[in-house]
């Protein structure tokens, strides 16, 4: 199977032996930062460079995929393209050019997939899980005690988002840095009420790479020692970590452990986030989850093949793409 995920700063093509009531397996990855969120014009409309740079890294995906034996496609798409003014007509152009058919997540589905994922990674033992999420156009929450969760948020904090929107110098001045962190953290505590009234957490867990990169740069383990090794974001790096970050520059933090030259930009803010997040959820560590978004469709995808009976020849990727949420 393979699954195309159209986000804010990347696109992601990754193929996995999956079956039904087994553990998908990462058989293929191949990924580039197209920055999606940053190939915008003042009006919010993806511009023509980049609807073209995302077509073709679409016809590459659909190439690779065949010449890796997929059986199917799923291909979905985040923030950038929900948001886009012209985010239909970019769709609309991939499929005519293409043939492949971008689902539009929202982002209630996104938490929804993403808390998927991190309970079927962490199973019943972990009781009541809360996931949080930082991506490059939205931060997702959710929390609950099945796979489904109770609730599932969406906020426009984004770490991409952020750094475009409220940071003009590199790095940032003090001043910026500090309405940033005013304003995450007014639109956290707005919805601290719908989750916290669920109760407390049994288990706090964060995924995406936004998370993972704090985790490396605050002493967790490197990718390289494989997913099952625990690593962990702590409250109290957090506040050390957004000083720390401010006073450098993009290139100073593209320097620390496990931070890509692509996303160091976009750390801070994401450190604002997590730290807001954090404090006003009260909550000291979080679990870095390995399973995110992608492995959340891939799950409610195998689910879906179960329920209906459909075999390893089952629908195609146009097909599939339209049922996973």
Partial sequence: MAVLDVGSNTVHLLLVDAHPGARPLPAFSHKVELRLSELMNEDGKVTSKG????????????????????????????????????????????????????????????????????????????????????????????????????????????????????????????????????????QVASVIGKVSRFGAPDQAVATSKTLRSLARITGAAPSADGPYVRRKVRRQDMAEQVSKLAGMATAERARLPGVSEGRAAQLLAGAIVADAAMDLFEIDELDVCPWALREGVILRRLDQMSGLGVGSDGPSGTEAATTIN
């Fill in 51 to 186: 609807a073209d740079r995302l077509i073709e890294f679409c016809a590459e995906a659909q190439q690779i995929a065949e010449d890796k034996g997929a059986e199917s496609m799923l291909a979905f798409a985040t923030s950038a393209l929900r948001e886009a003014e012209n985010g239909d007509k970019v769709i609309a152009k991939v499929r005519e050019r293409t043939g492949l058919a971008l689902q539009v997540l929202s982002g209630d589905d996104e938490a929804r997939l993403t808390f998927l994922a991190a309970r079927r990674w962490y199973g019943w033992s972990s009781g009541r899980l809360l996931c949080l999420d930082i991506g490059g156009g939205s931060l997702e929450i959710a929390t609950g005690i099945d796979e489904d969760p109770d609730v599932a948020i969406s906020l426009p904090l984004g770490a991409g988002r952020l750094t475009r929107d409220w940071f003009t110098g590199d790095p940032p001045a003090k001043d910026e840095v500090r309405k940033l962190r005013k304003h995450v953290r007014a």
